[in-house]
């Protein structure tokens, strides 16, 4: 997945601690099922300022919010973050445990991050709004 050593070059990110305890056991649950997106979730979940879930402000992307965001390919999609047995891409409801989803997790308006799909290659996408 994504090179995790240098994460001075992502976004600083915000979780709750709510949604950090939950991710973090998610990630070792399904290390085994989805190694890589469970470690770059777990390095995510690292790397995170965690804060009271009061304390989260409205434009960071937390599980169950709606987020748009535009894509390096110019394509603009409004998605919902949600743990893995709610996704449903036709519903545009996406797994945290995806490439995409571990990479939205924590990010506010107006920031981008580098993320690596699982065919390999590398996007970058940019948060419009978060609801």
Known sequence: MTDLANTSTKPTIVVSDIDYRRLTDLAAAAHDRFRDVAEELLAEME???????AAVPAD???????????SDTGQQRRV??????????????????????A??????????????????RQHELTVLSVG
């Not at 919902?80 to 989803?101: M, R």
């Open 80 to 101: 919902t973050l949600v743990f893995p047995g709610e996704a449903d891409i036709t519903a545009n409801k996406i797994s945290v445990l995806t490439p995409i989803g």
């Open 103 to 120: 990479a939205l997790i924590g990010l506010s308006t107006g920031q981008s991050i580098t993320w690596i799909a699982r065919d390999g």
């Open 60 to 70: 960071v992307v937390r599980m169950g919010s709606a987020v748009e965001f535009r």
């Open 47 to 53: 790397r995170a300022r965690v804060v009271a879930a």
